[in-house]
């Protein structure tokens, strides 16, 4: 079984994942049990992340596999040593599978020119989150019946789109699960070419609803574009590109990769709500990361060669 | 080049196609060369040594206005005798060198330093530009006129720019007294936060990305003190479609040349989809709509020449991922066959504008190059435009690697290289063995 790499949604089709939803299914079933049992996991993580390092190694171990972890706060990885020194360096180790987490767009992809082992790309700069996005399919799928009920939704991803690579998995992602997709944001944190990804570009939550939004993808706004030159103030952000209660209609679902800033994105009575999936994307995080751990290191049997 | 040994004697070149635009010179001749220098072109010539170029063409020596030997400071990645190599294996017989070395080249002592190495280590015509500024800082000027003394032939503050306009004034107004031209990079850094152009492939990739108005705010404040100043300004690698168009607007208000790269002549940002630190370079690789105006500005002369910013950067500066990466390409070595490959015969563009762009516009600039006029120097590039080639790491004289083009299939080639009469490049031994 050779390696597959994880590094991108860009170029994902239909089958590969729906493979890895029913795979995320079994496991969260019961039925795959330790099949990653003798294979070796590496954790590099180049920038601080508790919550995936968390569970990725999680999902890792209760698969039975071995795991080696170094972090940008651990002297393995020190200041100044190149991605591709330590790439070879753990390849020497013998490992099945790479996760690296790493600040620059790019650096997973230059990982995987450096490793025989399969890449998983657990964030790079703002380049892409490709689990976060398929642990999203997964929770949304969940709740409205399983992947095929996807198709003809419309969901609103709402907030910094520029700097967020998890929208850069998300757009992909879920316009292969047949999802129609809205940017809502305000020009300041939008590509300058978002006309790229051909998808309505509206003004506010409420427009998002108005143009018929069940799903409400909430991006987390970053400290330090809170106010200044990008966006004026938290609290016009939070008026345009917040969700609030009012927003709450049946069948609307807030989503949002965490973690969040209560009272920005979302207001704090909405984030525990009933019609709020988070904690539902956190809890598929070690079902579809595990799936994923599976595919990548060849211990299942894939569908789509 | 002073202790070249061969430059007095006489050298009959033979059978060539010789073009030179700047002396109207374009079919198969002879040429001899005397005293290391076009002594006469015409038909049947003859002498005790000939050079038989049956099937070459022969053009004057490129010139580049624009590269980074990286002497003195970071040898390591190019030093005179390998930048040289590389730029003789390019068919480049002159060119300039950026101050952006460490030390930076802003005092008389290291111009004239560097000037004197030049002369006893480099294969072609080496010249110095200066830095416009102290350090590059932009704020406190050059000893322009003792930089002169010492053999500075421009002045540029490069990569850094002068991001103060009116700083930028004063040094248009001192080095128009100093005599100097002023070599300008266009950049506005307030604006240039990113690492590629802001377009699709940035939307899509998540890189930062740079918007063209960095550049094009940049060039326009430089034009319109150039028109103030009446300084001689000289902008450098332009990439986008408006900046190439507000050159072509103070074209004849102001004393202004300006210069493109033959990577943002023949490349597109889609390169920054790969993610490779390879393809990171300043100004960075624009979307197609930019690269075609810039090609229409090159061919009616509304950007006078090219320059390759030959930017040579060890691996580790260049394997990394594309925003922690150096920013620069390899120039010398690939300018002429990319150039002839893409636009002469892939964009109809004359074989003899991109002569007249790569030898006499830059040659003139310079001073006295670029020509095949009796007396002036016998500088000459001999290229085989039938030769098929694929650009390898191991083909390049730079110490370097960092070229874009590496993989790619090229036609055209430089098969010799002639500095002052004498034979500084010779890729085919055996084709242009010199017979006595
Ligand atoms: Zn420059």
Redesign the interface.
């Given at each position: 079984m050779s390696a597959r790499d994880f590094i991108s949604l860009e170029n994902v089709g239909r089958e590969e994942l729906l493979e890895v939803m029913e795979l995320a299914r079994d496991q969260e079933e019961g039925r795959l049990g330790r099949l990653l049992e003798g294979r070796t996991v590496c954790l590099a993580f180049f920038e601080p992340s508790t919550r995936t390092a968390a569970s990725f190694e999680l999902a890792a171990r209760r698969a039975g596999a071995d795991v080696v972890s170094l972090s940008s706060g651990t002297s393995s990885i020190s200041k100044g040593e190149s991605l591709v020194d330590t790439v070879v360096t753990l390849d020497r180790l013998g490992m099945d599978a790479l996760i690296i987490r790493h600040p620059a767009a790019g650096a997973a992809s230059l990982a995987s020119r450096h490793t025989s082992a399969a890449v998983v790309n657990a964030g790079d700069g703002c380049g892409q989150h490709p689990t976060q996005a398929l642990l999203d399919l997964y929770a949304l799928g969940k709740s409205l019946g399983g992947f095929e009920e996807l198709a003809g939704r419309r969901a609103a991803i709402v907030g910094d789109i520029l700097h967020s690579r998890v929208a850069r998995s998300v757009i992909p992602a879920f316009g292969t699960a047949g999802i129609e997709v809205s940017l809502v944001a305000p020009a300041t944190l939008l590509p300058r070419e978002a006309d790229v990804w051909r998808l309505p570009v509206l003004g506010s939550v409420d427009e998002a609803l108005e143009w018929g939004a069940e799903v409400l993808y909430m991006l987390r706004l970053q400290k330090e574009r809170m106010s200044g030159a990008l966006v004026p103030s938290v609290a016009e952000y939070a008026r345009y590109y917040g969700v609030g209660r009012r927003h709450l209609r049946p069948g609307v679902r807030v989503m949002h990769p965490g973690p969040v800033n209560r009272g920005v994105e979302i207001a704090s009575d909405v984030v525990l709500d009933g019609s709020s999936l988070i904690p539902d994307q956190v809890s598929a995080g070690i079902a579809v990361r595990t799936a994923v751990l599976a595919l990548a290191t060849g211990s299942v049997e894939r569908a789509a060669a | 080049m002073s202790t070249r040994s061969g430059a007095d004697r006489e050298l009959v070149i033979r059978g060539a196609h010789v073009l030179d635009p700047s002396s109207g010179l374009d079919g198969v001749m002879d040429v001899r060369i005397s005293g290391g220098r076009v002594a006469e072109v015409g038909e049947d010539l003859h002498g005790v040594r000939e050079l038989d170029a049956s099937g070459l063409h022969l053009f004057p020596g490129f010139v580049d206005v624009h590269a980074h030997w990286r002497t003195p400071g970071r040898e390591e990645e190019e030093d005179l005798e390998s930048g040289s190599a590389a730029a003789a294996a390019g068919g480049f017989t002159g060119v300039v060198m950026m101050p952006n070395t460490d030390p930076v080249l802003d005092r008389p002592a290291l111009v004239s330093g560097l000037v004197r190495r030049a002369e006893r280590e480099s294969r072609v015509r080496a010249y110095v530009a200066a830095a416009l500024h102290a350090g590059l800082a932009g704020s406190e000027l050059t000893e322009m006129r003792l930089l002169k003394e010492a053999g500075a032939l421009c002045v540029s503050d490069d990569g850094p720019g002068t991001q103060n306009a009116d700083v930028l004034r004063s040094g248009m107004l001192y080095a128009r007294s100093a005599g100097l031209a002023v070599l300008l990079h266009c950049e506005d850094r307030s604006l240039a936060k990113g690492v590629v152009h802001?377009?699709?492939a940035?939307?899509?990739?998540?890189?930062?990305?740079t918007?063209a108005s960095a550049e094009d705010a940049a060039t326009a404040t430089a034009l319109v003190l150039a028109a103030e100043t009446g300084a001689r300004v000289h902008i450098t690698h332009v990439s986008t479609a408006l900046s190439a168009a507000l050159v072509g607007f103070f074209k004849g208000r102001a004393g202004v040349t300006a210069d493109t790269t033959p990577h943002h002549l023949t490349l597109t940002d889609d390169l920054v989809r790969?993610?490779?630190?390879l393809y990171r370079v300043n100004p960075p690789l624009r979307p197609e709509g930019d690269r075609r105006e810039v090609i229409e500005a090159l061919r009616d002369g509304t950007l006078d020449f090219v320059a390759t910013d030959h930017a040579p950067h060890a691996a580790?500066r260049k394997?990394?991922?594309?925003?922690?990466a150096a920013p620069g390409f390899l120039g010398h070595e690939t300018a002429f066959a990319a150039l002839y490959t893409e636009l002469v015969l892939g964009e109809s563009l004359p074989l003899s504008r991109l002569v007249e762009a790569m030898s006499c516009a830059p040659g003139r600039w310079v001073g006295g190059l670029g020509s095949l006029a009796v007396g002036a120097p016998a500088d000459i590039a001999l290229a085989d435009l039938e030769e098929e080639w694929t650009v390898e790491r191991e083909s390049l004289s730079s110490r370097s690697h960092n070229s874009p083009y590496l993989g790619r299939r090229m036609r055209g080639r430089i098969v010799g290289t002639i500095v002052g009469g004498e034979l500084v490049h010779d890729r085919m031994g055996a084709k242009l063995g010199v017979r006595t």
């Open positions: - | 802001d377009g699709v940035a939307a899509l990739a998540g890189v930062p990305a918007p790969t993610l490779e630190g580790q394997e990394l991922p594309l925003q922690e």
